[in-house]
């Protein structure tokens, strides 16, 4: 059973063998107990380990489009197994991609929360083109994924979350359970990391609450709502009612 908090349940990943934390946002309520639409938007780790059940799973779930954030890099090393799918529309709108491609030998972040809003003012563009590119299936499962589906897809989620009211105190656990999800894959990549010679800090492998709390904070200092920020970025209000639709029919 998923983590029980204010008598909702955390999503738990769909039963996929290649990939372990693909989950749905319609699973929560909003503040105004309004139940989200489930099968409208999935958040997910990487893709490209899916054999051909998982991937009929997916079909079968409704997803008519893939938009992954994964750097060049990234995508080039380990291709998503839906990129060539003729039944799935796919979009690769790299995020961070300076970081990743240069294996994490830059500057890196004090914490995962700085990050978080160095996504939110520094990747505007991308954001716009994500939700620009959302907007295209107002009806129809749109699945959005990085490698870990944490911290590129959860600020992603984060945004969705807001825009149809869920409370924060859910967001907050929705991001936090990726770390447990993720756990075995986690623990395989810092012992490859090691085995290259690469050091990243232990924080970029967790997902503690505290991380989203921060940004809750300065996202709730700078926007005030989830409408205003979509609207800093280009978003129209057409544009903002079909994502509305899509999360609260």
């Known amino acids: 059973m998923g983590v029980k908090i204010v008598q909702q349940e955390i999503a738990k990943p769909l039963n996929l063998k290649g990939a372990h ?25 990487s893709l ?11 079909l079968s779930y409704g997803v008519k489009a893939v938009i992954d954030l994964r750097s060049r890099m990234e995508r080039e090393k380990a291709p998503c197994a839906l990129e060539q799918d003729e039944k799935v529309d796919y ?10 491609s240069s294996g994490f030998q830059g500057k890196m972040p004090e914490s995962m929360g700085a990050l978080y809003v160095q996504l939110l003012e520094h990747s505007k563009r ?18 959005f994924n990085c490698t870990a589906g944490k911290d590129r897809t959860g600020v992603t989620a984060m945004l969705l979350l807001k825009l149809a009211g869920v409370e924060d105190d859910i967001i907050v656990k929705d991001y936090s359970v990726s770390e447990q999800y993720m756990k075995e894959v986690f623990d395989r990549q810092r012992e490859q990391m090691k085995q290259y010679g690469v050091e990243i800090p232990e924080y970029m492998l967790k997902s503690p609450q505290e991380e989203m709390q921060k940004t809750l904070a300065f996202f709730q200092q700078k926007y005030g ?14 544009e903002i009612g079909i994502l509305k639709r899509k999360l609260c029919a």
Request: aromatic letters at 10%.
């Open 21 to 45: 934390n693909v989950r749905d946002l319609g699973t929560y309520e909003n503040k105004s107990h309004q139940p989200l639409r489930r099968h409208q938007f999935l958040r997910a780790d």
């Open 48 to 58: 490209h380990q899916l054999d051909e059940k998982d991937k009929e799973t997916l």
């Open 91 to 100: 979009y690769n709108i790299p995020m961070l991609d300076e970081m990743n």
């Open 126 to 143: 991308e954001y716009a083109h994500i939700f620009h590119t959302m907007c295209r299936y107002p009806e129809g499962c749109v699945l």
């Open 225 to 238: 709502t989830a409408e205003q920020y979509f609207t800093n970025i280009g978003m129209t209000e057409d």
